[in-house]
């Protein structure tokens, strides 16, 4: 596991993208998140004070009241463009994982200063190296790929590989993801 820190919350034009990376590695990991996430997230960075507490904040206050603690997080997998996340908890003298979206473990974790981890096979597969833009010194963020674009790509690998029944099989894949639907 990577331990990595939120570098920022941004939008982008699918979205907002939460950017996790670990400052011994130069790959981020964005992950999309929704606006509530975002916000919760958003909020805790930039220190506002918010009048009551809010999802996160009392989830975090339970678990304080039953004395379970947050050990950690996890960004643990990654499948068909989708984050696992869970939390990992101690209370009573066990660990317990509760299975969580990425952005709302996050969000937990900042406020009970818990570390983020992300899985080796997650950052190799997701992470990217953001560049600068030199005009206006922002990341650039690319969307995620489609799951037709991830498919074209393991295709013209098979085909580099010799992997020719494998090949076959993801052309296949292409061909019914590419009809058009009819009525």
Same mark, same amino acid.
């Given at each position: ?18 950017? *996790?990376?670990?400052?011994? #590695?130069?790959?981020? =990991? ?35 009241? =039953?004395?379970?603690?947050? #050990?950690?997080?996890?960004?643990? #997998? ?25 952005? #709302?473990?996050?969000? *937990?974790? =900042? ?73």
């Amino acid at each position: 596991m990577i331990p990595v820190e939120v570098t920022n919350v941004s939008i982008s034009n699918v979205g907002f993208v939460l950017l *996790l990376k670990n400052p011994e #590695d130069e790959r981020t =990991l964005p992950i999309f998140i929704g606006v509530p996430e975002a916000q919760a997230i958003a909020i805790l960075l930039n220190k506002v004070e918010v009048p009551r507490p809010l999802t996160h904040d009392l989830l975090k206050n339970v678990l304080d009241i =039953l004395e379970a603690r947050l #050990d950690r997080v996890e960004v643990h #997998d990654l499948e068909d463009g989708t984050f696992f996340g869970r939390l990992v908890l101690f209370s009573e003298g066990r660990e317990i994982k509760v299975d969580s979206r990425p952005s #709302d473990a996050v969000a *937990l974790a =900042l406020r009970c200063r818990a570390p983020i981890l992300v899985h080796e096979k997650v950052m190799d597969e997701a992470g990217i190296v953001l560049e600068d833009k030199a005009d206006a010194g922002k990341a650039v963020v690319q969307r995620p790929k489609s799951r037709l674009e991830e498919l074209k790509a393991e295709l013209a690998k098979a085909i580099e590989e010799e992997r020719y029944e494998q090949a076959a099989i993801l052309r296949d894949r292409i061909k019914e993801l590419s009809k058009p639907e009819s009525n």
